[in-house]
């Protein structure tokens, strides 16, 4: 049975075959992940910083406050809706539905596992792929931010516009350098399709430690360490993620595009949230992490990649990351808008193009292995690159003052006039002063 699984890797040959009952199947379990990866994902969140800020957090409702969400969610359903005299009703409605409609979407192409059996039907643990599937999951990023500036736009207000259209600026910055780190994927797997791409990884690649060869995953996190690092960082841009939540900055825009949102619009807006980082943490462990595939070396078991196994070691990456996500939210203080669209521009835009063209070089150089080769390159530019990103910065030398200025010049320089100098009123300002002047007062009292 093991063989047949392993025989049996998804491939796009295998999508489009399944009975109607079993892709909506799929389709639901898809988006029940969705859903509970919000609920449990706030949950986590809350439990995870309050960890790391040395309190509680939720414990009292539900074991181990698990349903502290759901409690939640339902005391936001029964809020007043409020509308806004000023809003465009009909965006104003569909803004949060159109974010979460495309931060779902994107898990349709997201392999879970390999070929299983589900009551006795064959089928890739996957909704669908095609040929394309890497543009599908970007053009589901890329239409999130519409529900964002429609928001911000229909809101008929000031912060939310400013929110909607920082959004705006950061999707436009972010999905380049995006877009670019998926590019080097493409270059080294030979495919768009994301099942294709996890086939990619499980090419073992082998080190040799105390004379023996040891095999290991051939994740594209290691062999293309630069692109892996680009395409995070620019998915916690993309996903408005601190440090990079600037279009909800609440000590500057109150709550931005939500400020005008109550009840169920604003648990809309925080469920696509929630969902679009779970999404690209998926996206992230399908590209550079493997996928279902285990890592080592739980991968030395025969049956590791075979049956249900794989939806485990895929869920533990995703988890993995979201605890990225939310250390990086308990860790580090939210940029200043120049400096992270300075971040985007100017740093991860030209590492990127300058690691794609070297990417590049490396694949047409005969002599070494493929895999050696992206190690030995790879590994080096993305140290590189995290160094140059986390290296503390010099702190510039403060301006100094004029009296700091005023001692510093030679003596006997050329005069200066005393710092307290107090520079007489014009004639104007005297005459203003003397008409306003009772006129009892005598003419001596008025020169005084």
Not at 140 to 159: C, D, F, K, P
Not at 271 to 292: I, N
Not at 313 to 323: D, E, H, M, R, T
Request: glycine letters at 8%.
């Amino acid at each position: 049975m093991t063989s047949l699984y392993l025989a049996q890797d998804p491939t796009l040959a295998d999508f489009g075959r399944d009975v109607w009952w079993i892709v909506l199947i799929k389709v639901v379990a898809a988006f029940v992940f969705a859903v509970l990866a919000t609920l449990l994902g706030v949950w986590f969140e809350r439990r995870v910083v309050a960890r790391m800020a040395q309190r509680p957090g939720p414990n009292q409702i539900g074991p181990l406050g698990l349903l502290q969400t759901l409690a939640d969610g339902l005391k936001m359903a029964f809020k007043e809706d409020i509308l806004p005299t000023k809003a465009d009703k009909v965006v104003y409605f569909f803004a949060p539905t159109i974010s979460v409609i495309a931060a779902v979407t994107a898990l349709a192409v997201v392999p879970f596992g390999p070929m299983v059996s589900i009551f006795g039907h064959w089928t890739p643990l996957q909704v669908t792929d095609v040929q394309v599937a890497v543009l599908v999951v970007l053009a589901a990023s890329s239409m999130g931010v519409y529900g964002i500036v429609l928001g911000g736009w229909a809101s008929g207000s000031t912060y939310p516009l400013l929110g909607g259209l920082r959004s705006s600026a950061q999707m436009i910055s972010y999905e380049v350098a995006l877009g670019l780190s998926i590019v080097a994927v493409f270059m080294t797997a030979g495919t768009m399709s994301t099942s294709g791409i996890v086939a990619a990884q499980a090419d073992a690649t082998r080190f040799t430690m105390f004379g023996q060869e040891i095999p290991a995953p051939g994740w594209y996190a290691l062999l293309l360490l630069p692109s892996f690092i680009i395409f995070f960082i620019s998915t916690v841009g993309e996903t408005n993620r601190a440090p990079f939540d600037l279009p909800e900055a609440e000590s500057e825009l109150v709550s931005g595009f939500m400020t005008e949102y109550s009840s169920l619009k604003f648990a809309l807006f925080m469920l696509s949230e929630y969902v679009a980082m779970v999404t690209m943490s998926a996206v992230t462990v399908t590209l550079f992490l493997g996928g279902w595939r285990a890592p080592w070396p739980i991968s030395v078991w025969d049956g590791a990649n075979s049956g249900w196994w794989p939806l485990l070691w895929f869920l533990a990456k995703v988890i993995l990351l979201v605890f990225v996500f939310v250390w990086l939210r308990g860790t580090l203080p939210r940029m200043r808008y120049d400096q992270f669209m300075r971040l985007g521009w100017k740093v991860l835009i030209p590492v990127n193009l300058v690691w794609i063209v070297a990417l590049g070089g490396i694949r047409v150089t005969s002599g070494w292995e493929r895999t050696d080769r992206l190690i030995a390159i790879g590994v080096p530019v993305g140290l590189v690159l995290l160094v140059a990103l986390f290296w503390p910065s010099r702190k510039a030398e403060p301006k100094p003052s004029l009296q700091d200025e005023v001692r510093a010049r030679p003596e006997g320089s050329f005069p200066l006039p005393p710092m307290d100098l107090q520079v007489p009123p014009s004639p104007r300002t005297r005459r203003a002063v003397a008409e306003r002047q009772p006129a009892n007062i005598g003419a001596d009292e008025k020169e005084v």
